[in-house]
């Protein structure tokens, strides 16, 4: 077993329990776009910022857009999550945080293992990437024990 395989077989009830819990999470009264990535934000020549593609848009906590696009923004060079959170101003709380980042690394992890949609070669790699980084950024709460109680046994975070 490798150590990525060795780290998901380990913590499979607690990751099970924090996507479980992270439905109840996202609650709440804020207007949500519910899918802000690069490519659905216009920057206009006069200094406006436009969102685009609201077909996700719901209610919830006012974090949960900055917390599910933070993949991305790492992978598009803008720092760590916690630094784009941090420089937000943003401090979800922690036992709030945790099952919210399962339910993305979950989604993304599962979603790239299906095959291409039509016309559409590059999601699933982007999506495996994603993946990548939302799991490191989980395995930094689940192992800081800030979030989710004791620290959880597993690889360290890698870079690849």
């Not at 490798?2 to 329990?17: F, H, I, Y």
């Not at 207007?31 to 685009?52: A, K, M, T, Y």
């Not at 979800?92 to 989604?107: E, H, K, N, S």
């Amino acid at each position: 077993m490798t150590p990525k395989e060795r780290w998901w077989s380990v913590n499979l009830d607690q990751l099970c329990a924090l996507e479980a819990d992270s439905l109840a999470t996202m609650a709440g009264n804020g207007f949500v776009h519910g899918d802000v990535r690069s490519d659905n934000i216009l920057l206009c020549p006069e200094g406006q910022v436009v969102f685009v593609d609201w077909t996700s848009c719901c209610f919830g906590p006012p974090w949960i857009d900055l917390v599910c696009m933070a993949p991305s923004v790492e992978l598009e060079g803008g720092g760590s999550p916690e630094r784009l959170l941090a420089l937000a101003g943003l401090d979800p709380p922690a036992d709030q945080l945790a099952p919210v980042v399962a339910g993305v690394a979950g989604y993304l992890t599962s979603s790239a293992q299906r095959p291409d949609p039509p016309g559409m070669p590059t999601v699933r790699s982007a999506q495996r990437a994603k993946a990548k980084v939302a799991v490191r950024w989980l395995q930094r709460i689940m192992g800081s024990g800030s979030a989710v109680g004791e620290p959880v046994a597993g690889p360290e975070p890698s870079s690849t």
